[in-house]
């Protein structure tokens, strides 16, 4: 038996706790900048970029607690799928990323928190940008230096590191296989 035909598929969800931590982080941020926005301590010196700057954090982590909170309440079923043909994460696309399309796996770190980047073919990383938001995300992540497929493990019961590694474990075995066995191509007929 092959080395990759022995590893499992793996079907990896959120977890709970992990959620729970993201939420009370959410909401204690947002409160935070709700605080300031609306001067509910009535500060006098508060400039009017303080002001504007808070009523952004009240809208960027209303949304991020709130999309917590509805993956806590909704998302009961893996979100991330790790098989010997390839990671398919719904997060980002139904869509699986073939072993065979990856160039190379890399992190994005920042602080502690690990992302898991995809380098893929340019052809298959198209399929990835579609959609005006979809880009714009995209080239963002590039201005901060990480330019593929990110696949985050924020809440997911899996951290980072553990993420990393195993896509890694993974990609080798797909690529051994396919090195093994390619594809054969039909021979022409004359």
Known sequence: MSVSQSLPNLAIGYSVPRLLKMLAAGLLLTL??????????????LSAFQIAASYLGVVLFGFVTCRTFWRLVSTRQPVLFITRVGLRDTRIADDT?????????SVWQYRSHMIVVLKLDPLVADRFDVGLLKRIVSIMNKAVGAEGVLVNPGGLTMDGETLLETCKQYWKAGRLAYTAHPATEPEPVS
């Open 32 to 45: 935070l900048c709700a605080a300031v926005a609306f001067n509910w301590f009535h500060v006098k010196t």
């Open 97 to 105: 990323i073939s072993w065979r399309s990856v160039r190379d796996i």
